[in-house]
T-cell receptor
Framework: GEDVEQSLFLSVREGDSSVINCTYT??????LYWYKQEPGAGLQLLTY?????DMKQDQRLTVLLNKKDKHLSLRIADTQTGDSAIYFC???????????FGQGTELSVKP | DTGVSQNPRHKITKRGQNVTFRCDPI?????LYWYRQTLGQGPEFLTY????????KSRLLSDRFSAERPKGSFSTLEIQRTEQGDSAMYLC?????????????FGQGTRLTVV
């Protein structure tokens, strides 16, 4: 079945690295995604990774993908207070493009 | 183009009433998706359209829910005989079907409260 799981909370100090983890079930997903949701704002695509890649780096963001274990992680370097938000991992299990989201990880960044 | 637009932003209704939400996607996008998000959860897929054709519906979409996209542009989601369990944020997203990666853009949602 389709299921995406994430830990619910993460608290870090400003300037530290944050690592948010996710496991998914559908090995046919071509792309895996990280979305950010801030209070009162819509979902914003942060980054994505193609399923045949192991790693993708985009400025302060690093995505690691372990297909064997169906494990995805998002590392945010030099975390800032503006990074405080809920982060969702998502997979896209078929060609229709629908997204299956995890329950979200609330990142709290303390000054 | 200002992105995906949803109306209304908030709706409070009494149990048993019908409600209708509207989504205007990004103009050239041929795919349109509806999701529902409850507090503390991620968005759950409800249904999607490619142009005017409704191609997939989730098991979550009971027969009280109906969605349309009559001319392949805007879409409406109607909930009949609302129940308190329908209280949630209803999100719309749109994308352009093509080869390779395409990004889905989300609207800010319609928050439904059933009292």
């Amino acid at each position: 079945g389709e299921d995406v799981e994430q830990s619910l909370f993460l608290s870090v100090r400003e300037g530290d690295s944050s690592v948010i983890n996710c496991t998914y079930t559908d090995s046919s997903s071509t792309y895996l995604y990280w979305y950010k949701q801030e209070p009162g704002a819509g979902l914003q695509l942060l980054t994505y990774i193609f399923s045949n890649m192991d790693m993708k780096q985009d400025q302060r963001l690093t995505v690691l993908l372990n297909k064997k274990d169906k494990h995805l992680s998002l590392r945010i370097a030099d975390t800032q207070t503006g990074d405080s938000a809920i982060y969702f991992c998502a997979e896209s299990p078929n060609q229709g493009g629908k997204l299956i989201f995890g329950q979200g990880t609330e990142l709290s960044v303390k000054p | 183009d200002t992105g995906v637009s949803q109306n209304p932003r908030h709706k409070i209704t009494k149990r048993g009433q019908n409600v209708t939400f509207r989504c205007d996607p990004i103009s050239e996008h041929n795919r349109l998706y509806w999701y529902r998000q409850t507090l503390g959860q991620g968005p759950e897929f409800l249904t999607y359209f490619q142009n005017e054709a409704q191609l997939e519906k989730s098991r979550l979409l009971s027969d009280r829910f109906s969605a349309e996209r009559p001319k392949g542009s805007f879409s409406t989601l109607e909930i009949q005989r609302t129940e308190q369990g329908d209280s949630a944020m209803y999100l719309c997203a749109s994308s352009l079907r093509g080869q390779g990666f395409t990004e889905a853009f989300f609207g800010q949602g319609t928050r439904l409260t059933v009292v």
